[in-house]
């Protein structure tokens, strides 16, 4: 016998297409994704785009103020702070794209399988509770500290603190979908566990799970940069945006830019990677929509 199909209404192909119509008509939300696309695409390409090399130092120009020369000036061994935040952004964007994606992987995987394996949900949930005991900040100094400094030890971190929260919502959603009149069908007609799970449970809740992680991605660059302005991250003279704001921070006085404008870069992302969360939560949950 034929395991039921998994209906959708409208089709995935059209909801796609309804959710990306209704975002391009969003002008915050569309302003939000020009802008973290363009500083995504800068960050990428880098090597072309930089005027200068990042590591470069010039001694004849510490602590320059902005110009036509260097747009965002030198810091104080003479370096171009364009160029740096360029490979800086990269550098940040790496770390919180790797610990929403590896973290979102694993909390999801963790809260379907507390929900579908009822045995298994009281040993996870109390792992869950005991990771989410310990702060990110707090992970990344532990981290650091056996390990050592290092942007692997920030990713570590971030997929360490990401886990709980995601392994929260997807529990909760998945609990839902286990009630839907299609997974008793499933059992039924002896459908396996594996594609309960994947084509009835994970996928359901793939589209919550985004959600989450698109609000949460903001969080993330932030602990990220906090762990670089601690020194938990990149170490000179490699660049990344945290580190940069703490390399200035001796200079507020004589040379502010080099503090301000990578921490301007890191309100940009934020607040960008924000409000484009909040227009996807708006279009994707549907209690909002009533």
Partial sequence: MSSPALT????????????????????????????????????????????????????????QAPDGEHWFGTDNTGRDIFSRVLYGSRN???????????GGALGGALGIASAFYRRLDPWIMRLVDIMLAFPAILIGLSVAAIVGPGIES???????STVPDVARVA?????????????????????SNGALIWRYLTLNCISTI?????????????????????GMGA?????????????????????????TIPSLVILLIVLAANLLGDAVRDVLDPRLQQ
């Fill in 171 to 191: 529990r909760g959603s998945a609990i839902g979908i286990m009630g839907q009149e299609f997974m008793e069908a499933g059992r039924a007609v002896g459908v």
């Fill in 210 to 230: 985004s959600v989450f992680l698109t609000l949460r991605f903001g969080q993330v660059i932030l602990v990220g940069s906090a762990l670089g302005f601690l």
């Fill in 92 to 102: 940040t964007l790496i770390m919180a794209l790797a610990g929403v994606l590896a």
């Fill in 8 to 63: 959708v209404s409208p089709s995935g192909i059209e909801r796609r297409n309804s959710v990306l119509s209704r975002l391009a008509r969003d002008k915050v939300a569309l302003t939000a994704a020009i802008v973290l696309a363009t500083i995504a695409l800068a960050a990428l390409f880098a090597p072309l785009i930089a005027p200068y090399d990042p590591y470069y130092t010039d001694l004849s120009k510490p602590m």
């Fill in 235 to 259: 170490q000179p003279p490699e660049a990344e945006l945290g580190m940069m704001a703490a390399q200035g921070r001796d200079f507020l006085f004589m040379a502010p830019h080099i503090a």
């Fill in 154 to 160: 920030v990713i570590i971190a971030l997929v360490v």
